[in-house]
């Protein structure tokens, strides 16, 4: 592997600066690695990272909900206090 150095600077960023560097995937490092001769899986790549502390996230897929949404949900449920059990079993 070389050092543990050179892997936890292939996936740097600094969120609390909103500075974000290129990330690169697990299975970047394997090809890499592979290409170096030497032979490791992802698995191994992730567990080896996280145990220098680096954490892994998925990007979100689906955007928050806009303002206009949250209102609407909103007052969907405050019209919707006084329903009875029954009446929202029947939605679902």
């Known amino acids: 592997?070389?050092?543990?150095?050179?892997?936890?600077?292939?996936?740097f960023s600094d969120h609390e600066?909103?500075?974000?560097?290129?990330?690169?995937?697990?299975?970047?490092l394997?090809?890499?690695?592979?290409?170096?001769?030497?032979?490791?899986t992802k698995k191994t790549i992730g567990n080896t990272l996280c145990r220098e502390g680096?954490?892994?996230?998925s990007v979100r897929k689906v955007p928050?909900?806009?303002?206009a949404h949250v209102q609407a949900r909103l007052k969907f449920a405050n019209?919707?206090?006084?329903?009875?059990?029954?009446?929202g079993v029947k939605v679902l």
């Open 1 to 11: 592997w070389g050092s543990m150095q050179d892997l936890t600077s292939w996936s």
């Open 17 to 28: 600066n909103g500075e974000q560097s290129a990330q690169n995937t697990r299975e970047d």
């Open 30 to 40: 394997v090809n890499d690695l592979k290409a170096a001769g030497t032979i490791a």
């Open 54 to 57: 680096m954490k892994s996230y």
């Open 64 to 67: 928050l909900l806009k303002k």
């Open 79 to 87: 019209e919707h206090l006084s329903d009875s059990v029954e009446n």
